[in-house]
């Protein structure tokens, strides 16, 4: 079963994300902030795909995200933004940062699946070039 991290300071949010996820056919792991998901990162976990909100404490979710980008080695791994934040400009940032997708909260299950989709075909057919 292929394994998606969720990292969202939102409990009711990542409930929601993990009943989807379920839903889907994907074993969920979440992470309340970007430390967290970075240390699971660095200790040598790699999930099928990565669902990160932008707004988190502390360390924001585009700070994650660039991190990650920045690493090579992380190169395969799909990100999916999910934020509340709907400017054009916020899309943009993370797309140019190197998110592989873009979901405005709430999000519907049909939604989601695209997304992960998009992700993972977008990330392998980067890796193919």
Not at 67 to 74: G, P, Q
Request: proline share 4%.
């Amino acid at each position: 079963m292929p394994v998606a991290w969720y990292t969202d300071d939102d409990e009711e949010m990542t409930r929601a994300v993990r009943l989807m996820l379920r839903l889907l056919n994907y074993e969920m792991r979440s992470f309340y902030n970007a430390r967290s998901t970075a240390r699971a990162l660095l200790a040598g976990e790699l999930p099928d795909v990565l669902l990160l909100d932008i707004n988190l404490p502390e360390v924001t979710g585009m700070d994650l995200l660039e991190f990650i980008r920045r690493r090579k080695h992380w190169d395969r791994l799909p990100i999916v933004m999910i934020s509340s934040e709907t400017t054009d400009a916020q899309v943009d940032e993370t797309s140019a940062l190197g998110a592989d997708a873009y979901l405005f909260k709430p999000v519907t299950i049909e939604e989601l699946e695209g997304a992960i989709k998009k992700a993972r075909t977008r990330r392998e057919s980067m890796l193919r070039s």
